[in-house]
């Protein structure tokens, strides 16, 4: 059995070096591109002729490992998803020790990943990045409010308001001359939040900054509620 199994230990063994050398760049935000080149591969790699012998649930767990993997969510930098992925070399290595001693693996191991992927998948279209936004804008600029408007209803089209300072909805002539304050969840990257921001006129500049998880946090979009900051928002911007 082992023999006839050859060729599949040796391209699941490459698989599984593959998605050990990315465990630890998950956490690495400088390091998210080599993670995902070396997820792709993994991720095609289950799509060998010679890894469907193994199993047959090898292959659709490769297309969700690429779903995921595309999706650029924030879960794609968390400690979740760092432990997703050694979950998964465990299965793989557990695979192996059994295709070497010349037995089958349990098509349940394979399939309990694979189902924990879409779980994964539907979680990842839900998670979101949080970001505080401080913007100033020209100090000889008169209408001030009119642009942190303009600022405020741009970025509502991908960001929840968690915090607005001053509060522009509340405020009929709000001082700006401190800047404007925000805190919100997106799944959209600083540079395209950046973007956004430094297109309205007067904006002088605009920093961001994103909230250090320094345990497994993870930022859900919240559903409505009538009594919160981006509810009062999406009424006063939509006014």
Request: contains cysteine.
């Amino acid at each position: 059995m082992a023999m006839a199994y050859n060729q599949s230990i040796e391209e699941l063994r490459g698989i599984t070096n593959s998605l050990n050398a990315a465990i630890p760049l998950v956490t690495q935000p400088a390091k998210f591109e080599e993670m995902t080149d070396l997820l792709n591969e993994v991720s095609e790699g289950l799509k060998s002729e010679n890894i469907s012998k193994v199993s047959p649930h090898l292959r659709p767990l490769g297309t969700s490992l690429k779903i995921l993997v595309s999706s650029d969510s924030p879960l794609l930098h968390s400690v979740m998803f760092q432990a997703y992925l050694v979950e998964i070399v465990e299965s793989f290595q557990e695979v192996l020790t059994l295709l070497q001693a010349g037995a089958l693996p349990d098509p349940n191991i394979i399939q309990e990943i694979r189902t924990n992927a879409e779980f994964l998948i539907r979680l990842a279209g839900r998670m979101l990045y949080r970001y505080k936004i401080v913007i100033n804008f020209e100090a000889d600029y008169d209408a001030k409010s009119l642009r942190a408007f303009m600022v405020a209803k741009d970025l509502s089209k991908v960001v929840r308001f968690i915090s607005v300072n001053p509060d522009i909805s509340q405020q009929q002539n709000p001082n700006l001359d401190g800047g404007f304050h925000l805190e919100v969840l997106s799944q959209a990257s600083p540079q395209q939040l950046y973007d956004i921001v430094m297109q309205v006129l007067a904006v002088e500049s605009c920093q961001i900054f994103v909230e250090k998880q320094e345990r497994e946090v993870v930022y859900l979009d919240p559903p409505s509620s009538p009594d919160s900051v981006d509810t009062r928002m999406e009424k006063f911007l939509n006014e």
